[in-house]
Every structure is written in C-alpha cells, then in structure tokens.
C-alpha cells in the first residue's frame, strides 16, 4: 500500500469510533439550521478550504436536490471584510470580529485547524461562547488549545497535515450525510 494511503487508512480507523459523535453533531447542526440558525465556520488554508466546502453543500447540496439552502457562512470568504479587519484590529480578530457581528445564540461555529493553535480560530471560539453560539473543533492531535476552549472536539490522531484534512473532509461529508438524511 502507497504510504499516503497507509497514513489515511490508519486514520480514518482511529477515527471511526466518534462516528456516534458525528451523528450528534449532524443532527443538532439539522436542527439549529432548519430552525432558522446558522453555520458559521473558519479555518486557516486548506482548513478554510475545508470550512467553505462544508457551507458550500449546506447552502446549496449534498446529495438532495431540491432541499431547502441553509444558512452557512465560511468566514474567511469576505475579502474585504478580512482584510479591514486584519488591517485595522490584526490578524487575531480576523474570525472573532465575524462572530460577534453574524453569530446569534444556539447558532453553531465549526472551527477547523489541523494544529488547534491557530490563534485567529482559537480567538473565534472563545468570541463564540461568548455570545452563546454552539462551539466545535474539527482538529489534529489532542490535546491542543482550540479542542479545550470549543463545546466539543474531534480530533485525529494523525502527524501529517494532509491526511488530517482528508479526514476532516470525511467528517464533512458525514456531517451533510447526517443533515440531509435529518431534514428529509
């Protein structure tokens, strides 16, 4: 087996048991949406690219066509917005500054970052407590900072940055597998 397929293959199986996990999280993210809540989600590089390829199927699909869009925001999309922040309160506010103007109490926060020590995701979660939002990690090895300060965490146990967003993306797509099976 290629070694990259071997490091995937390891991981997916030491995540398999927070599957119950994932179906929790898909079932209150289905309620909080189709109750007129919403996603926010952030993450740095290709754990943005992560986030945004999360609210991209939520708020167009997954599988079920003609289901209703859900509300879903990936926080580092708005250029402008990142860059007046970044520029005018710094690069740790980039993400925390957008929960506190779009984030609503018993909305949901998705922070993604294979390290859990970026300080602009971590900053998000702790702005998403504090205005009541359902705050989760998507994350690599625990224990790290963004897994202590969210509601809950998943992390995988894995030491490469690729095959850690190949999980997340997974996880992902369970997630939306979980919601449109919900809503259904």
């Known amino acids: 087996m290629h070694p990259h397929l071997a490091r995937l293959s390891a991981a997916l199986t030491a995540v398999d048991p927070?599957?119950?996990k994932i179906y929790a999280w898909g079932y209150k993210l289905a309620a909080v949406l189709s109750g007129g809540g919403r996603l926010l989600a952030c993450g740095n590089g290709g754990s943005a690219a992560e986030a945004q390829h999360l609210t991209a199927e939520l708020v167009g699909r997954y599988r079920v066509a003609g289901r209703r869009p859900y509300a879903a925001i990936p926080l580092h999309a708005d250029t402008s917005?990142?860059?007046a922040i970044g520029n005018d309160f710094g690069m740790a506010e980039?993400?925390?500054r957008q929960?506190?103007?779009?984030?609503?109490?018993g909305d949901v926060l998705l922070c993604l970052s294979t390290s859990g020590t970026s300080r602009n995701v971590t900053e998000a979660?702790?702005?998403?407590?504090?205005?009541?939002?359902?705050?989760?990690?998507l994350t690599g090895p625990g224990p790290n900072r963004l897994a202590e300060?969210?509601?809950e965490a998943l992390t995988v146990p894995a030491g490469d940055t690729a095959t850690i967003q190949e999980?997340?993306?997974t996880v992902i797509h369970m997630l939306c597998d979980v919601i449109e099976k919900a809503v259904a």
Do not use: F, I, K, Q
């Open 18 to 20: 927070e599957t119950p």
């Open 81 to 83: 917005s990142l860059t």
């Open 94 to 96: 980039l993400y925390a």
């Open 99 to 105: 929960v506190r103007a779009h984030g609503r109490p």
């Open 125 to 137: 979660a702790e702005a998403g407590r504090e205005c009541g939002l359902t705050t989760w990690a």
């Open 149 to 151: 300060l969210c509601d």
């Open 167 to 169: 999980v997340h993306l």
